[in-house]
């Protein structure tokens, strides 16, 4: 799901607008919006479609704009707020953004010290045949031809199963990039 921020027109990067938010209403905040819909309306409230437009962030450029805003001393992100509300005098609930990027990385190293589970397996029949004469073994898939051994069919006494892992489930060996 992607994220709607307010940002500046003919800018060569992102630039967002900044609010003033917390208990003195000095504190920075920035905006964003869970639709394109929420955010156009905000921008056409406040009158700003000459000079802003609604940008649309995937959830890996939202956490690297998030980022790039923290590391500015913005400190609080407020979602969906609505400009008639704004301008009524009532405060809009904000995030504190180091909380939200801190519940992140948390969660992202308890993944990384987690056991991965084990791959999804596959069961297979497998067809066992011995040759009469020589007594060489041959397994093999179920339903495929019968092999041929001194020039005979070999004899399938018996069946197998099998587990194995699904194919491109199996985790590579050489370092990534390599």
């Known amino acids: 799901m992607n994220v709607f921020v307010i940002a500046k027109k003919q800018a060569d990067d992102l630039q967002t607008a900044v609010f003033f938010a917390g208990e003195s209403g000095n504190e920075e905040a920035v905006a964003a919006f869970t639709t394109h819909q929420a955010a156009r309306e905000y921008v056409n409230s406040a009158d700003w479609s000459s000079t802003d437009t609604v940008a649309e962030l995937t959830p890996i450029d939202f956490l690297q704009w998030l980022a790039t805003v923290h590391r500015?001393?913005?400190?609080?992100?407020?979602?969906?707020?609505?400009?008639?509300?704004?301008?009524?005098?009532?405060?809009?609930?904000?995030?504190?953004?180091?909380?939200?990027?801190?519940?992140?990385?948390?969660?992202?190293?308890?993944?990384?010290?987690?056991?991965?589970?084990?791959?999804?397996?596959?069961?297979?029949?497998?067809?066992?045949?011995h040759c009469e004469r020589c007594g060489r073994v041959v397994r093999q898939p179920s339903g495929q031809l019968t092999p041929v051994c001194c020039d005979q069919d070999m004899a399938k006494p018996a069946v197998d199963t099998v587990a194995t892992p699904r194919q491109g489930d199996v985790a590579c060996s050489a370092p990534v990039g390599q």
């Open 72 to 129: 500015s001393g913005t400190r609080y992100l407020t979602v969906n707020p609505v400009r008639n509300v704004q301008e009524g005098g009532v405060s809009q609930p904000v995030l504190v953004i180091e909380d939200q990027l801190t519940e992140l990385a948390s969660m992202l190293i308890e993944k990384l010290h987690t056991p991965a589970p084990p791959p999804p397996m596959e069961i297979q029949q497998i067809d066992i045949y």
